[in-house]
T-cell receptor, first 112, second 112 residues
Framework: GAGVSQSPSNKVTEKGKDVELRCDPI?????LYWYRQSLGQGLEFLIY????????KSGLPSDRFSAERTGGSVSTLTIQRTQQEDSAVYLC??????????FGNGTRLTVT | GNSVTQMEGPVTLSEEAFLTINCTYT??????LFWYVQYPGEGLQLLLK?????DKGSNKGFEATYRKETTSFHLEKGSVQVSDSAVYFC???????????FGAGTTVTVRA
């Protein structure tokens, strides 16, 4: 079966532009996570969706970052007015209840 | 709060050498502990896990034992192969929580 799919795999954008990153979770997985992986650092939690509950946005680094999950499936992470420090690999993961997280291959974002 | 500290890399080994990657954690209660692996060009995948004290997780020749007394979950493999070259992440999840807290990752390179 298909795993977690993220697009694009690579994105280069100019400082100040907005970007949208997409995540298609595994079918039937109710939980969806976004993490950020910066060079030389661990994975930083950004946001969590579970079913129809309000998302946990506690990890979003600024109000330039937002995410939504439509129909309990596909999720989009949006970064407005990108800055160079936003350059990182953005990872999406999904899981079934009480099961391990399955990660996508990530989107490598480069802000020039 | 919860945190995971793992051995800094990079680690370079010869084939058939013994590998240890240290991981210690700070958390209240009895978290579940995980090792994730990220092979070149791929997404993170679960390598092994342990959910209670003295549990041993094992997979692909790797082992890690949940040591409550030393708050550790060190990863070991007795004889590494070139195909084990990857980035290894230690992680924890508190009981009844959904977020994984990750360590910074350890890059392992195995030379033929």
């Amino acid at each position: 079966g298909a795993g977690v799919s993220q697009s694009p795999s690579n994105k280069v954008t100019e400082k100040g532009k907005d970007v949208e990153l997409r995540c298609d979770p595994i079918s039937g997985h109710t939980a969806l996570y976004w993490y950020r992986q910066s060079l030389g650092q661990g994975l930083e939690f950004l946001i969590y969706f579970q079913g129809n509950s309000a998302p946990d946005k506690s990890g979003l680094p600024s109000d330039r970052f937002s995410a939504e999950r439509t129909g309990g499936s596909v999720s989009t992470l949006t970064i407005q007015r990108t800055q160079q420090e936003d350059s990182a690999v953005y990872l999406c993961a999904s899981s079934a209840p009480n099961s391990p997280l399955h990660f996508g291959n990530g989107t490598r974002l480069t802000v020039t | 709060g919860n945190s995971v500290t793992q051995m800094e890399g990079p680690v370079t080994l010869s084939e058939e050498a013994f590998l240890t990657i240290n991981c210690t954690y700070t958390a209240t209660g009895y978290p579940s502990l995980f090792w994730y692996v990220q092979y070149p060009g791929e997404g993170l995948q679960l390598l092994l896990k342990a959910t209670k004290a003295d549990d041993k997780g094992s997979n692909k020749g790797f082992e890690a034992t949940y040591r409550k007394e030393t708050t550790s979950f060190h990863l070991e493999k007795g004889s590494v192969q070139v195909s084990d070259s990857a980035v290894y992440f230690c992680a924890l999840r508190r009981t009844n929580d959904y977020k994984l807290s990750f360590g910074a990752g350890t890059t392992v390179t195995v030379r033929a």
